[in-house]
């Protein structure tokens, strides 16, 4: 499936929650959402999932549109909501079924997706508790085995991590990672970069609601503009780790460097060829290096180095 969001603008008088934002990812794919508080995610993430309309521009699902067809483009996907659920006096099982049923899922189809949904999602021992007495862990994962009951290929997961403890955020992690093994589409807001380069193939990086990038995280990394012409490398020496550093430092096309455990990091003003180059002249000073790489920036250091913390 290909998710296109196409020049969408949403504002609430003279705020421009999203101003003209044009993006796209497809099915396999785990596209994180980036941007400080107030930039305008939760916004687009509830267009995207119909709850909301745009002021102009549009959302498509291989071509199905939520401003021309918002039910059909409903069933494409489940949305993770940043609230959690708030039947109090229904049991997980039952929340469940509710909506499975609101899907118009058959009864027989029913428990057995529930049964998979509830096994996937970890639920199986807990599915007779009542909402009101599980633990935020045990809720978010509620709400993910909600947003999947109608097997959608596009998941949206606004701040699934929040307030997890370590143990569940890598469970979510495998989760999502599996969701998207399974062919699904993932869009998910998180606060947590570090964790989201983990999992995400791409980014879409927003701040008062205008896109600033968007694109695989190789892309944007080698994309235009200030973090275009910059690689990262890491070499790890035969020999003296110090001598190196010393020897990275005088390099004309290295910005800075940095000593990290047996490597050295270095920042290289240039493209690919300009990394060979640099690892040519240290062998022709007779450098033994057992290992070179280019590292991958972070989502952290690419959204440190394209946003300034603006807020509407
Ligand atoms: N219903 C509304 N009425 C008026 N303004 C709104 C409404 N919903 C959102 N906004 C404004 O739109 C902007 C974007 O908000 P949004 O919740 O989309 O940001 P966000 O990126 O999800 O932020 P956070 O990371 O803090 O969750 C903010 O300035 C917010 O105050």
């Known amino acids: 499936m290909e998710i296109e969001v196409h020049q969408l ?14 993006f796209g990812f497809a099915s396999g794919q785990i596209y994180g959402f980036v941007g400080p508080n107030g930039a305008g995610k939760t ?12 002021t102009s521009g549009d959302v498509r699902f291989d071509g199905v549109s939520v401003v021309e067809e918002p039910e059909r483009a409903r069933r494409q996907i489940g949305y993770m909501p940043d609230t959690l659920p708030a039947h109090r006096d229904m049991c997980v ?14 009864r027989q189809q029913r428990r057995s997706t529930i049964a998979q949904i509830e096994q996937f999602t970890n639920l199986t021992g807990i599915r007779e508790k009542l909402l009101r007495a599980l633990s935020k862990g045990m809720k978010q994962r509620v709400s993910l085995a909600r947003a999947l009951v109608h097997d959608p290929p596009l998941l949206i997961m606004d701040e699934p991590a929040a307030g997890l403890d370590p143990r569940a955020r890598v469970e979510l992690r495998e989760l999502i990672k599996a969701l998207a093994d399974q062919g699904k589409a993932v869009l998910i807001s998180s606060h947590i970069l570090a964790e989201l380069t983990e999992i995400c193939d791409g980014a ?44 990275m430092l005088e390099m004309p096309k290295v910005t800075d460097a940095r000593v990290v455990g047996d490597h050295v990091e270095a920042d290289v003003e240039g493209d690919e060829d300009d990394c060979c180059d640099l690892l040519a002249e240290l062998l022709r000073r007779e450098f033994r290096i057992l290992e070179f790489k280019q590292v991958r920036q972070g989502l952290e250091q690419l959204f440190m180095s394209l946003t300034e913390g603006k807020v509407q």
Do not use: C, W
């Open 9 to 22: 603008k949403r504002h609430f008088g003279k705020t421009k929650a999203v101003d003209d934002v044009t």
């Open 204 to 247: 879409v990086i927003i701040e008062q609601g205008r896109l600033l990038r968007a694109g695989t995280l190789e892309a944007i990394e080698r994309g235009d503009g200030e973090v275009a012409n910059r690689r990262a490398i890491a070499l790890r020496p035969h020999g003296s780790v110090e001598a190196l550093y010393k020897a």
């Open 93 to 106: 099982h039952e929340y469940l079924d509710l909506f499975a049923r609101a899907y118009g899922l058959p």
């Open 43 to 54: 916004t687009t993430m509830r267009i995207m999932a119909t709850l909301d309309e745009p």
